[in-house]
T-cell receptor, first 113, second 117 residues
Framework: SQTIHQWPATLVQPVGSPLSLECTVE??????LYWYRQAAGRGLQLLFY??????ISSEVPQNLSASRPQDRQFILSSKKLLLSDSGFYLC????????????FGEGSRLTVL | AQKITQTQPGMFVQEKEAVTLDCTYD???????LFWYKQPSSGEMIFLIY??????QNATEGRYSLNFQKARKSANLVISASQLGDSAMYFC??????????????FGTGTKLQVIP
């Protein structure tokens, strides 16, 4: 069966510090991968999605970046965090070229102080 | 560009009653999928139901049904016999194909449902 893991679960970082959130999928190959951000009490904002290694599509050009160094690994990064980067970050995967559901990770709650 | 609109920020429903959560969408892609997810206060995203744009019948999953009206571009979620555990945020989402095989999935802003005993 397929599983998705995301870490860390909780993170408190000062403004200007770097960020790295990691997501891995097991039990499938060549998945589509997604990063979403959810501000407190708000909807999900699509940040990045990827259909293959090194193929990243950015939806929101900010101080965030994403990388896919391996088929089932998706990393969200920032060199210098802003207060507005606080939120709940969700990684998700989906079968390649499939129109079905997204499978979500447990989420990472980031607080920037 | 694709867009999902949920116009009800919050709703109340009496326990055991049915409730409809609204969702409208906009896309120029002839092939797309529509989803509903539930997010309890714990934050996890729980998949509820899926409807493909070419599906002839409305999707149903237990107490959940999706009222798909293609001409109106609406995909409302109907929850029958509401339970206290249904209190949560509900998100409508849409996926469509973009040239090159990219599959973007966009979510609405959500509706907070509260079930009253």
């Amino acid at each position: 069966s397929q599983t998705i893991h995301q870490w860390p679960a909780t993170l408190v970082q000062p403004v200007g510090s770097p960020l790295s959130l990691e997501c891995t999928v097991e039990g499938t190959s060549n998945p589509n991968l997604y990063w979403y951000r959810q501000a407190a009490g708000r909807g999900l904002q699509l940040l990045f999605y990827s259909v293959g290694i090194g193929q990243i599509s950015s939806e929101v050009p900010q101080n965030l970046s994403a990388s896919r160094p391996q088929d089932r690994q998706f990393i969200l990064s920032s060199k210098k965090l802003l207060l507005s980067d606080s939120g709940f970050y969700l990684c998700a995967w989906r079968r390649f070229l499939n129109t079905g559901e997204l499978f979500f990770g447990e989420g990472s709650r980031l607080t920037v102080l | 560009a694709q867009k999902i609109t949920q116009t009800q920020p919050g709703m109340f429903v009496q326990e055991k009653e049915a409730v409809t959560l609204d969702c409208t969408y906009d896309t120029s892609d002839p092939s797309y999928g529509l989803f509903w997810y539930k997010q309890p206060s714990s934050g996890e995203m729980i998949f509820l139901i899926y409807q493909g744009s070419y599906d002839q019948q409305n999707a149903t999953e237990g107490r959940y049904s999706l009222n798909f009206q293609k001409a109106r571009k609406s995909a409302n979620l109907v929850i029958s016999a509401s339970q206290l555990g249904d209190s949560a945020m509900y998100f409508c989402a849409m996926s469509s194909s973009i040239s090159g095989g990219y599959q973007k999935v966009t979510f609405g802003t959500g509706t907070k449902l509260q079930v009253i005993p």
